[in-house]
């Protein structure tokens, strides 16, 4: 079965300052990595996917991924916090193949907060 | 065009009652899922749907939850007999078909079984 953990459930960040949120994966087959934004009050919104091709992906709002094999690590990043970043971030992975193949598995979750 | 859209946004019911949750994706959408996400577990996945059948159930909790999809379109997840360990936010996405790697997400139905 695959899995996802994220570590850290919260993360603090000064404005400006660098964005990790870390995710690590556990999958059987080459995965297809997400990460989803939520903010308060609102459903999933898509940052980025990893789909085998590009192992740098880019995403919306400034955020990037590295798919890193060899770690089974998928960390997002930004390079300059903004406040309009504070909300919940879901790392996911997804079933390639089988019955469950549309299936998402999702971590825990890291809250993000931005200070002034 | 429109996004995914569910109904109702909140629903609170006695322990007990049965409940409908309904989600209507986004059209042209062949594949829906259903997720539900609670402060004890995270997020869920519930089952999904290619059309109208449903190839993989296997998140369904119990027994008292069904989801059918009539038409190709909109679905209806039924929670019977509700407990209060059935409350928490039940969201619904849809993608182009099960192949689609981008699942969008409605806003979701919050459920509390008092």
């Known amino acids: 079965a695959q899995s996802v953990t994220q570590l850290g459930s919260h993360v603090s960040v000064s404005e400006g300052a660098l964005v990790l949120l870390r995710c690590n994966y556990s999958s059987s087959v080459p995965p297809y990595l997400f990460w989803y934004v939520q903010y308060p009050n609102q459903g999933l919104q898509l940052l980025l996917k990893?789909?085998?091709?590009?192992?740098l992906v880019k995403g919306i709002n400034g955020f990037e991924a590295e798919f890193k094999k060899s770690e089974t690590s998928f960390h997002l990043t930004k390079p300059s916090a903004h406040m309009s970043d504070a909300a919940e971030y879901f790392c996911?992975?997804?079933?390639?193949?089988?019955?469950?193949?549309?299936?998402?598995?999702f971590g825990q979750g890291t809250i993000l907060t931005v200070h002034p | 065009g429109a996004g995914v859209s569910q109904s109702p946004s909140n629903k609170v019911t006695e322990k007990g009652k049965d409940v409908e949750l309904r989600c209507d994706p986004i059209?042209?959408?062949?594949?829906l899922y259903w997720y539900r996400q609670s402060l004890g577990q995270g997020l869920e996945f519930l089952i999904y749907?290619?059309?109208?059948?449903?190839?993989?159930k296997s998140g369904l909790p119990s027994d008292r939850f069904s989801a059918e999809r009539t038409g190709g379109s909109v679905s209806t997840l039924t929670i019977q007999r509700t407990q209060q360990e059935d409350s928490a936010v039940y969201l619904c996405?849809?993608?182009?078909?099960?192949?689609?790697?981008?699942?969008?997400f409605g806003p979701g139905t919050r459920l509390t079984v008092l």
């Open positions: 996911a992975v997804r079933d390639a193949g089988g019955t469950s193949y549309g299936k998402l598995t």
């Open positions: 749907f290619q059309g109208n059948s449903a190839p993989d």
């Open positions: 990893y789909t085998s091709a590009a192992t």
């Open positions: 059209s042209g959408h062949t594949a």
């Open positions: 996405a849809s993608s182009l078909d099960v192949w689609g790697f981008e699942q969008f």
